[in-house]
C-alpha cells in the first residue's frame, strides 16, 4: 500500500505523520525496496495472502530490466528527481566513476548506479526467488552480480573492502582508493555480507563464501568499527544489522569464534549499558545516554539476532524473543491508523511537495511498522517528525517472519514449540492462551516420539502446579533444561500443558530519556504509567482476565515453509 503505482511501484520511504496533512515522501532511501522485496515472499508463505500480489510481479519486472550488462542491479534516476539530493549525499560522499576515480556525486547528473547496500540486500529476494521458481535464470542473475562484485572490491588477500558504495556502469575502482573506516566501512561493505552468505548457504557457490569471508574479516578485524569485547558506540542499527549479516556467514560455514564474537555484541546490546529496555524489548537508533527514540530496525535486528544465536549455539534466547515479541515489538505495529489523520491537525497547513503524496495516508499504513517509538507511543515528534520509515518497516517485516518460523521444529519425529504463540504447522496446530492463562494446547497432525514445550522463566523446575494432559488424561512429564518432555502422542490427539502465570508491576524502568511503570502477566506488559497521547501502547486491560476468549478462525498452513 505505501508503494507508487506511477514509478514503477518504488516505495515511499519516509511518511510523515506529526504534519498537516500527513504524506509519505520519496526520497533517495526509496531505495531501501529491496527490504520489503525479500519480507514480500516470506510473508506470503506464512498467510497464503496474495493481496496486492500485482506489486510482486511488477518489483520483478523491474529487477529483471536492472540488471546491466555487467551484472549489477542499477538504480535509474530518471523521472525520479529525488533519488540524487541531500539525502544521498549525507549517505554516499563518493561514488566510482568510469575513469577510475572516486568523488563526490554532488553537481554531476547520474542516469544510473549500482549500490551495494542495495545489491547486498537484493540478493536475499533473488535467492527466494530461486528456491520458490527452481528456475535457472536467477542462478544466472545472482552469479553474474557475484563476479561483478568481486572486480569492484579491493583484495588484500584475507579480507576485501569496497572504497566507495555508488557505482555508475562501467566504473574502475582506483586499486589505491583508501579503506573505509567505522560506519562508512559498514554501509560500503558489511551489507553486503548477509545477501552473499545466504546464497551461499542455499546453493554452496563457492565465490559467495569467498567474498562474504573476506569482507566479514574487514568489518571484525579492520573497520574499526567493533572491538573484540563486544562493546560498540554510535549507530545501534549499523551494527546490529551488520552483526546479523556475520551472524549469517558464521551459521553457513559453521564458524564458532565469529559466532561467539556475535554473542559478545549480542549481549552488550541488550544492557542498560547500549541504553535499551530488555524487560520490553526497546532499543535505541543511537548508543547514548538517555537517547530518546527507538529505531524499529535495531528492535528488529535483536530479536533477529537472538533467533539466529539460538540457532548457532551460542545461547538459549527464546525468552528474550517471546518478551520483545509480545511487547515492544508487536505495540509498535500499526494496527490502529484512525488517529494519524488528527495527529498533525493543529499545526499549520503545509503544501504537499513534489515528491508527496496525502493520498490515503493512514490507510497505507495499515500492518506496517513506524520508524521511532518510545515506551508508550510512536515517537513521532523527535528527531525528523517520522512516522514510517521504511527501513524499519523492511526490516521488521523480516523479522515476523523469523518469529513465526521458530515457534515452533519439527524434527526425527519429535515436535519442538519454543515460543508460547499461536502457530498453525504441517505437523500440528499450537493454541496458546497467554496472558490470560498459562495454558498451552497442541493439536498433532500426525505421531510424535516426543513433544517438548519450552517452559516460561518464571516456572521453576519441580514446580508442582504444572499438569500435562493428553485427551483429559494426566500424564507425566520430565524435565530437559527449559523444555518439558510431554511425551508421545498421536494424531488427532489433544495435548494440554498448564502452568501458573504470575502479575507483577515494575515501577522506575528506564526506557529512552523516560521512566515508566509497568504492569506485568507473565511476560506481557498490560499497562503503562504514564499512558501515551497519539496512539498509547499497552491498551491491555483485557488480558487481566483469566480466561481466553475463542474466536473462530481459518487457519493457513504452508506445504513448504522456506529455511530462512
Known amino acids: 500500500e505505501t508503494t507508487d503505482p506511477a514509478s514503477d511501484y518504488d516505495i515511499y520511504f519516509l511518511s510523515i505523520l506529526y504534519r498537516n496533512p500527513p504524506v509519505l515522501q520519496h526520497q533517495f532511501s526509496d531505495i531501501c525496496f529491496v527490504k520489503y522485496q525479500e519480507a514480500f515472499p516470506l510473508l506470503r508463505t506464512i498467510t497464503g495472502n496474495m493481496t496486492n500480489d500485482k506489486v510482486d510481479y511488477q518489483w520483478m519486472k523491474n529487477t529483471l530490466k536492472s540488471i546491466g550488462p555487467d551484472g549489477l542491479y542499477y538504480v535509474g534516476t530518471r523521472g525520479r528527481p529525488w533519488l540524487q539530493g541531500e ?191 530488555a524487560l520490553i524489548g526497546w532499543f535505541p537508533e543511537a548508543v547514548e545516554e538517555n537517547y530518546p527514540v527507538s529505531e524499529i530496525c535495531c528492535m528488529a535486528d535483536m530479536i533477529a539476532l537472538a533467533i539466529k544465536l539460538t540457532e548457532a549455539g551460542q545461547g538459549q534466547y527464546w525468552e528474550d524473543v517471546e518478551r520483545w515479541t509480545r511487547n515492544e515489538f508487536s505495540e509498535s505495529q500499526f494496527t490502529r491508523v484512525d488517529w494519524i489523520k488528527t495527529a498533525g491537525t493543529s499545526l499549520p497547513e503545509t503544501p504537499v511537495a513534489y515528491n508527496q503524496t496525502a493520498e490515503r495516508v493512514a490507510e497505507r499504513h495499515y500492518g506496517s511498522f513506524p520508524g521511532y517509538s518510545l515506551g508508550n507511543d510512536y515517537g513521532i515528534m523527535y528527531g525528523a517528525p517520522t512516522g514510517m520509515a521504511a527501513c524499519c518497516a523492511g526490516n521488521a517485516a523480516r523479522t515476523i517472519y523469523y518469529i513465526w518460523k521458530n515457534i515452533l521444529q519439527f524434527k526425527e519425529d519429535v515436535l519442538q514449540v519454543n515460543l508460547l504463540m499461536n502457530r498453525a504447522s504441517k505437523w500440528a496446530d499450537v493454541y496458546s492462551h497467554l496472558p490470560y492463562e498459562g495454558r498451552v494446547e497442541i493439536r498433532p497432525k500426525t505421531a510424535f516420539r516426543n513433544i517438548l514445550v519450552r517452559v516460561p522463566d518464571w516456572i521453576l523446575q519441580g514446580n508442582t502446579q504444572i499438569s500435562n494432559a493428553v485427551n483429559d488424561t494426566t ?27 504470575n502479575t507483577r508491576t515494575l515501577a522506575n524502568q528506564k526506557v529512552g530519556q523516560n521512566t515508566f511503570t509497568f504492569d506485568l502477566k507473565g511476560y506481557t506488559v498490560v499497562s503503562v504509567e504514564p499512558k501515551g497521547w497519539f496512539s498509547p501502547f499497552y491498551q491491555r486491560e483485557h488480558y487481566r482476565k483469566d480466561k481466553a476468549p475463542m474466536v473462530e478462525r481459518l487457519r493457513f498452513s504452508p506445504v513448504n515453509e522456506i529455511d530462512w
Open 87 to 277: 539525502d544521498m549525499f549525507n549517505w554516499c560522499p563518493g561514488i566510482c566513476w568510469a575513469d577510475g576515480t572516486i568523488s563526490a556525486p554532488q553537481g554531476k547528473t547520474i542516469e544510473f548506479f549500482a549500490d551495494s547496500v542495495v545489491i547486498g540486500r537484493i540478493l536475499a529476494p533473488l535467492t527466494l526467488y530461486n528456491l520458490r521458481d527452481q528456475n535457472p535464470l536467477w542462478d544466472r542473475i545472482i552469479k553474474r552480480m557475484i563476479q561483478r562484485m568481486e572486480q569492484l572490491v579491493i583484495d588484500r588477500g584475507d579480507y576485501a573492502y569496497l572504497p566507495a558504495r555508488l557505482f555508475v556502469p562501467g566504473a574502475i575502482v582506483p586499486p589505491d582508493a583508501p579503506m573505509p573506516l567505522e560506519m562508512a566501512a559498514e554501509e560500503q561493505g558489511g551489507r553486503l555480507i548477509q545477501g552473499l552468505a545466504q546464497y551461499y548457504r542455499k546453493t554452496g557457490y563457492e565465490p559467495a563464501k569467498e567474498l562474504a569471508g573476506k569482507l566479514v574479516n574487514y568489518m571484525r578485524f579492520h573497520s574499526k568499527f567493533f572491538n573484540e569485547s563486544g562493546e560498540f558506540t554510535g549507530h545501534f542499527h549499523a551494527h546490529t544489522i551488520c552483526l546479523l549479516s556475520m551472524l549469517e556467514y558464521a551459521i553457513a560455514v559453521g564458524d564458532n569464534d565469529l559466532a561467539s564474537f556475535v554473542n559478545r555484541n549480542y549481549l552488550f546490546a541488550r544492557t542498560g549499558k547500549a541504553g535499551g529496555s
Open 475 to 501: 500424564r507425566s512429564f520430565s524435565w530437559n533444561g527449559r523444555y518439558l518432555n510431554l511425551g508421545p502422542a498421536e494424531k488427532g490427539d489433544l495435548v494440554c500443558l498448564t502452568f501458573p502465570i
